[in-house]
């Protein structure tokens, strides 16, 4: 069922979207997110789908919530900024166990968003599943995979990207179309008229007014919490058999981070990737195990050190842990501000595996 | 007739105990409300349950509610519930019918709700010409958090945040939110309502009714403004407070239809 294009991977995602059952969209336009807005405004009236320009991030999030609690696939993309806007939402949603799929394709430090994607972000006590594509493959394949978690979970799952992947075009097989009637058949707790049934509450507190019924809510979330941590963690090993040295990256960090191990590989340096396809859960356990038998575990990524604080205590003392990131030496500017080029990753990581002292300065950051 | 007389007599309605004293809940629910006694939301929230059951739409609505006192009271209402966040209801009701054409989507929010922090999502979600409906329940206050100004709080009138009466120099001037919504061409059947006396509980039902009626018939946007009495939160006897929504509040927030499509041309 598959079919092979060659998209842009806003276009491809949208695609994807459309064809793992969403069926309806939302957004504020927001470079570069608008491009999915664009599709979807085409795209959603042909499959019998509703696309809706809204007037705030806040009332997309909102109207995705009601698309999600009466049992359709809901879609929302933004970026960076817009996304901050949607995490009152997605507190509550996470409380109201309401399934949708929340991209942030980030900009700025494009891998700004690791703090607010894996911390919850908004006020209380909830996690939500993240996922990091690092191709435009990898992000078509993510977005039927954040519906289906979504579902089974009853959980918004967000999947953080940046600016460069989704503007980045490549051959991707998109997947065929889901059974959308089976998808909405399963879900019999939907708001959609009582029908002669039970009637449904879908609500983040206990709308009876008994205490009973919010702890009876919290007591799920933390057992979906169990569950999501031991059977959701993804990874992809590259070359870390053997590894001296581990590197830790994800998302384009990790793809650049690929191509320089290539390289240093083929100088005879044992280096090896650790990539989180989940930053949460995170694969903290697997890390733990390669950090056993390795000199050092260097952190990538392209942030002023965010990630590096779950791969510490991953590591937990196990051997020394590098970091190195920031903006980028600014060699590649790719109009959204200084970028990471294969070459500067690199020239650090070949200093990093040759015990010796960095550059001062990474992307203006000490490193 | 004295306005205590003028009350409307407590009926068991599905879904909604008519207030104080009834002897016999509705077996599904089994639950008293816990609403203030006088509270005028108890009587809003059931001419809507009537309407609802009267309409046949029992089986066929799903309702976004917003947060206020009503918000645990909704519970009662024996339709399917969505929460939603403070303000976003009319949002999350968007997300409800653009994917359900088909089912009776309402909102049920307050003045605070609705007029504050929802602004931007009411006024779009009506200038859209979203096929929902609106109640908004409107006692001139904030008042599940002990009575502070909203935007429809008359000037004068006292709050804890208002103290001596609502400064127009300092809180600004009520918002006529009907009649901002009535101006929008998204919005196809706008009305207000009050009930200190059985005539406008009466006409009450019958602007709900129309509205029900018009999201029914493909209609835009529909809004029904029930102004409901706080006795707790005016510091006023119940029946000084259904005085006081008749001679103060209705006379600023005039009732009435402020939009009305021709009979027989709702959509």
């Known amino acids: 069922v598959g079919e092979r294009k060659f998209l842009q991977c806003s276009h491809a995602v949208a695609e994807a979207a459309v064809r793992a059952g969403c069926r309806f969209y939302s957004s504020y336009p927001i470079t570069p997110s608008s491009e999915i807005l664009e599709y979807m405004s085409r795209r959603m009236p042909e499959v019998n789908g509703a696309c809706v320009s809204s007037a705030s991030e806040t009332e997309s999030a909102s109207m995705v919530w009601g698309a999600g609690a009466s049992g359709e696939r809901a879609l929302f993309a933004s970026t960076s900024t817009g996304f901050s806007l949607v995490q009152e939402a997605l507190a509550e949603m996470a409380n109201s166990e309401i399934p949708c799929v929340m991209l942030n394709m980030s900009r700025g430090a494009v891998q700004g968003d690791y703090y607010q994607a894996t911390r919850g972000g908004g006020h209380g006590d909830y996690r939500l599943p993240v996922l990091a594509p690092s191709t435009v493959q990898e992000a078509v394949d993510h977005t039927g995979l954040a519906f289906d978690l979504a579902d089974r979970y009853r959980t918004p799952v967000i999947v953080l990207s940046d600016v460069v992947l989704y503007m980045t075009m490549e051959s991707v097989e998109l997947p065929g179309f889901v059974d959308l009637d089976a998808i909405r058949a399963s879900k019999d707790w939907a708001a959609v008229g009582s029908g002669g049934g039970p009637r449904t509450r879908i609500s983040f507190f206990g709308l009876s007014g008994h205490s009973d019924d919010l702890e009876d809510s919290l007591v799920r979330s933390v057992n979906k919490a169990v569950d999501i941590r031991r059977d959701e963690v993804r990874y992809e090993d590259f070359l870390v058999d053997d590894a001296e040295f581990v590197v830790v990256a994800f998302g384009m960090a990790a793809r650049l981070a690929k191509a320089a191990i290539r390289v240093l590989r083929a100088e005879g340096t044992k280096v090896g990737l650790l990539r989180p396809i989940t930053l949460y859960p995170f694969p903290a356990d697997r890390i733990a195990e390669l950090a056993t038998n390795a000199r050092k575990v260097i952190t990538f990524e392209m942030n002023f050190g965010q990630m590096i604080d779950d791969v510490r205590s991953a590591v937990f003392g196990r051997c020394s842990v590098e970091w190195f990131g920031g903006l980028g030496p600014g060699s590649a500017d790719t109009g959204f501000g200084t970028f990471w080029s294969q070459a500067d990753v690199q020239q650090i990581l070949r200093r990093h595996t040759a015990d010796q002292p960095v550059a001062d300065y990474v992307g203006g950051v000490r490193s | ?267």
Not at chain 2, 131 to 160: A, D
Not at chain 2, 170 to 183: M, N
Not at chain 2, 232 to 241: F, R
């Open chain 2, 1 to 267: 007739m004295t306005l205590e007389q003028e009350r409307p007599a407590a009926t068991k309605v599905w879904g909604i105990p008519s207030g104080i004293g009834v002897p016999e809940f509705p077996p599904e629910t089994n639950k008293r409300h816990q609403l203030c006694p006088g509270c005028g939301e108890s009587v809003a929230l059931q001419v809507l349950a009537e309407v609802l059951e009267e309409e046949g739409l029992r089986e066929k609505t799903v309702c976004a509610i917003g947060i206020g006192c009503y918000s645990l009271v909704g519970n009662l209402l024996d339709v399917d519930i969505v929460q939603s966040l403070h303000g976003r209801a009319t949002a999350v009701a968007t997300g409800i019918k653009r994917t359900h054409p088909d089912l009776f989507v309402l909102t049920l929010q307050g003045d605070g709700d609705m007029t504050a922090e929802g602004a931007l999502e009411s006024f779009h979600a009506a200038a859209r010409g979203e096929r929902i409906t609106s109640i908004m329940l409107n006692n001139g206050g904030f008042m599940e958090t002990g009575c502070h100004v909203t935007p429809t709080t008359l000037v004068g009138q006292h709050t804890k945040d208002s103290a001596g009466g609502r400064d127009a120099g300092s809180h600004g001037y009520p918002v006529k939110w009907a009649e901002t919504i009535a101006a929008l061409d998204g919005a196809g059947y706008v009305a207000r309502a009050a009930h200190y006396s059985p005539v406008e509980v009466k006409r009450m039902k019958k602007f709900v009714r129309r509205a029900v009626r018009h999201q029914m018939a493909g209609g835009r946007y529909g809004l029904v403004e029930a102004l409901t009495s706080c006795p707790t939160g005016w510091l006023l006897s119940p029946v000084e407070a259904l005085r006081w929504q008749r001679d103060e509040f209705a006379a600023y927030h005039t009732i009435g239809e402020k939009k009305a499509p021709p009979a027989g041309a709702d959509a």
